[in-house]
């Protein structure tokens, strides 16, 4: 019943696959050296080189099998992920990331914020769902990057832009994916939608007096980012299936979209100003 509140909060499109966090998918390449590898309702993306592979998020306590088999499934090791990144720190996007440490030997990236509740397990007392959110395993080896800085791994370079506002630790990711001569601009954002539980109000609360500008602030920096294909830690609210399903005819050239990172900062806007109204009621 969480899962299923929790989605309507994001005003998904798809309920159905925000539902089934830990829902069956099959790992699909979608651009380069980028490839999806996460269950059907929270993302996991794998960028590979040839001097390792990045991990982008964990998903779920239930998922770390399945995303390991999905990386070997696509001919990659798992012992080769030199780095896992974070966009939240949230139990549906961070909950696996111990046991894939575990299997990789990787050092885990966050914010100056969202490591500690990553090396606790425990929730921030700021989040603006903290008292509904599980543990998690704590991780014994995370490291915190700054707004802007960029995590390097042979050829690639993954920059770190703060977004907080649905966490106060959240980061957003870019970098460049090169296919049959073309390079695009890869982004995998932050959730960005304003949910609160317990009775926190992003019109104005002691535990977090300043979400409501640092979401908005997040907002804007997401839509003003180079942006040929977005990636979202929910993958239905950037619209990925209705791209997945266009792949077999059109190739990876589906998931371009130069406007989709405006999409789904108007996505957040609208999920803020829909929370604003229900506090006023």
């Known amino acids: 019943m969480k899962k299923v509140l929790m989605a309507a909060a994001l005003g998904l499109a798809s309920l159905a696959h925000a539902a089934d ?10 651009y380069g050296n980028a490839y999806y590898v996460g269950p059907q309702g929270v993302s996991a993306v794998l960028v590979t080189s040839p001097a390792g592979h990045i991990l982008l998020d964990g998903a779920t306590p239930k998922s770390p099998a399945a995303i390991a088999a999905h990386i070997r499934q696509l001919g990659f090791k ?4 030199k780095y896992i990144l974070t966009s939240h720190e949230h139990f549906d996007h961070a909950g696996g990331i111990a046991a894939l440490q575990k299997l990789s ?5 966050g914010s100056v ?3 500690p509740v990553l090396a606790s397990g425990k929730a921030n007392q700021s989040d ?3 008292g509904s959110l599980t543990d998690m395993t704590p991780i014994a080896k995370t490291h915190a990057v700054k707004d802007g800085e960029v995590v390097t791994l042979g050829d690639l ?3 770190a832009h703060y977004t907080p506002g649905h966490t106060p630790g959240g980061i957003t990711w870019t970098w460049q994916s090169t296919e049959n001569g073309r390079t695009v601009d890869m982004v995998y954002a932050d959730s960005l939608n304003a949910f609160g539980l317990n009775g926190f109000r992003y019109g104005g609360d002691q535990r977090w007096p300043t979400a409501q500008q640092e979401l908005k602030a997040s907002i804007a920096k997401v839509a003003a980012l ?21 792949q077999a005819k059109e190739g990876n050239a589906a998931f371009i979209d130069p406007d989709g990172c405006r999409k789904y900062a108007a996505k ?6 829909a929370q604003l109204a229900s506090e006023k009621k």
Do not use: N, Y
Request: aromatic share 8%.
């Open 226 to 246: 180079k942006c040929d294909i977005i990636l979202s830690a929910h993958p239905e609210v950037s619209e990925l299936w209705e791209k997945k399903a266009r």
């Open 268 to 273: 957040g806007t609208a999920r803020l100003a």
């Open 113 to 115: 914020k969202s490591t």
């Open 105 to 109: 030997g990787a050092t885990v990236i």
């Open 78 to 81: 798992v012992e080769d992920i």
């Open 21 to 30: 966090w830990d829902g069956a998918q099959e790992p699909f390449a979608i």
């Open 157 to 159: 370079q993954l920059t």
């Open 128 to 130: 603006p769902q903290f």
